[in-house]
């Protein structure tokens, strides 16, 4: 078995680069305490990322991203941190379940809140999600699947 690997310590996976106790990492450089994770640059205590770029930590289940601190469940954010199941947020901070928002703070469903009710607001609202199972589960696309790459890509001939 070839791997494609350089400068690396205490790593597994294949064509991984300049990483630290990276572990099942693909396509991946600069990473530090990180594990499957794909097509990813610089990023810190992050799991479960794909297409996740420049000095992105203490993210999980996050997809084509750059510049993240603190978020979860998230889907095409950038320069934002404490984000929770958000998709297309930017320059933002505090979100919780936010759609295409750009420099918001506080907000819970896009609607904007003081930073006491908003944290109140998303503890209760974490904890019915736990309760119903909901959380932790990556948001739903906003496209149908037919539309998608994988579509076409898997589409007969």
């Not at 739903?140 to 790459?149: I, V």
Request: glycine share 4%; hydrophobic share 25%; proline share 2%.
């Amino acid at each position: 078995m070839q791997l494609h690997a350089l400068n690396n310590e205490n790593s597994s996976g294949d064509y991984i680069y300049n990483c630290k106790n990276t572990y099942g990492c693909y396509d991946v450089k600069d990473m530090e305490d990180c594990a499957y994770c794909n097509n990813s640059v610089s990023l810190k205590d992050c799991l479960d990322m794909s297409n996740s770029y420049y000095n992105s930590e203490l993210c999980y289940e996050v997809m084509s991203e750059m510049n993240l601190v603190n978020c979860n469940f998230c889907v095409t954010c950038f320069d934002s941190h404490n984000l929770d199941h958000c998709e297309h947020v930017y320059g933002s901070h505090d979100c919780f379940g936010c759609f295409s928002l750009k420099g918001a703070e506080y907000c819970i469903f896009n609607e904007k809140y003081s930073r006491e009710e908003y944290e109140k607001k998303v503890a209760e609202i974490k904890k019915e999600m736990m309760e119903s199972g909901e959380y932790m589960r990556f948001p739903c696309p906003t496209y149908p699947y037919e539309d998608s790459n994988a579509a076409m890509h898997w589409a007969e001939k």
